[in-house]
């Protein structure tokens, strides 16, 4: 079992930034490929950006790339997504995610999520 836990969600105006953190604890996290979803009320989860486990590989949906970026610290058992230039349309719950093996996208692939935090960005 991998438990994780998302902080740093919260109110920004348009064009403000936030990160969000998501540490895990429970089984090794070094071998887990991470990803970052959002769910916006009426609509399905969607990918925004995901890193594999040695942190040499990232993704990033279309929506958000050159604006959101992934990293980790597997000593500090801990997946960041920097948020830039954030737009209304950002607006979601966000959830951070695990997986065995190679990153992914889809969310379906994922075996561990965290109970999400709450990013809402004002016009």
């Known amino acids: 079992q991998v438990q994780l836990v998302e902080s740093g969600g919260g109110l920004v105006q348009a064009g403000g930034s936030l990160r969000l953190s998501c540490t895990a604890s429970g089984r090794t996290f070094s071998p887990y490929a991470m990803g970052w979803f959002r769910q916006a009320p009426g609509k399905e989860r969607e990918f925004a950006a995901a890193?594999?486990?040695?942190?040499?590989?990232?993704y990033y949906a279309d929506s958000v790339k050159g604006r959101f970026t992934i990293s980790r610290d597997n000593a500090k058992t801990t997946v960041y997504l920097q948020m830039n230039s954030l737009k209304p349309e950002d607006t979601a719950v966000y959830y951070c995610a695990a997986r065995k093996g190679a990153v992914g996208t889809n969310y379906r692939g994922y075996d561990y999520w965290g109970q999400g935090t709450q990013v809402t960005v004002s016009s």
């Open positions: 890193i594999s486990w040695s942190g040499g590989s990232t």
